[in-house]
């Protein structure tokens, strides 16, 4: 029983995973970031793009 203790202490692919989902999440957070920072401005400008092609159809 100690050695089956001693050997999951040792064991770091647990550790690996949570590396890797803290890392993703991150990540995540910040694609998530920009976007919300970034979509008045994106909005913006597609409605001006929208308005000089309907302009040139014209």
Avoid: C, H, P
Wanted: hydrophobic share 45%; proline share 0%.
């Amino acid at each position: 029983m100690y050695k089956r203790i001693k050997g999951f202490a040792k064991d770091e692919n647990g550790a690996v995973t949570v590396d890797w989902i803290v890392l993703t999440a991150s990540i995540m957070l910040l694609g998530v970031l920009t976007l919300s920072l970034t979509n008045g401005g994106i909005q913006t400008q597609a409605e001006k793009v929208r308005d000089g092609i309907l302009a040139a159809d014209d």
